[in-house]
């Protein structure tokens, strides 16, 4: 069985995506925006993430935030495991 090692957690928000890691003090501050969500996943990679997680409490417009991201968490960690660079789509 593989241990993780490094995970970034994130507590999402309407406008922000707060970031941290467990091998580190540090915060850093995203766009809730597609953009952001790059930035995630380029400091993930930068640390040398194995896994993202996210926080699931608070009020319940949060918690349906966090329900969406859920998604979401599931394909950044196949990309991060997979090593593919996030695409923005312009609509």
């Known amino acids: 069985m593989n241990r993780v090692t490094l995970v970034v ?3 999402v928000s309407k406008q922000w995506l707060d970031v941290a890691t467990t ?3 540090r915060i850093e501050r995203f766009e809730h925006s597609p953009q952001g969500i790059g930035g995630v996943l380029e400091l993930a990679r930068e640390v040398g993430a194995e896994r993202i997680t996210i926080e699931a409490s608070g009020k319940p417009s949060k918690v349906a935030i966090t329900a969406c991201m859920r998604k979401l968490l599931t394909t950044l960690n196949a990309m991060l495991r997979d090593q593919t660079p996030w695409m923005e789509v312009n609509a």
């Open 9 to 11: 957690g994130i507590d």
């Open 23 to 25: 091998q580190s003090t």
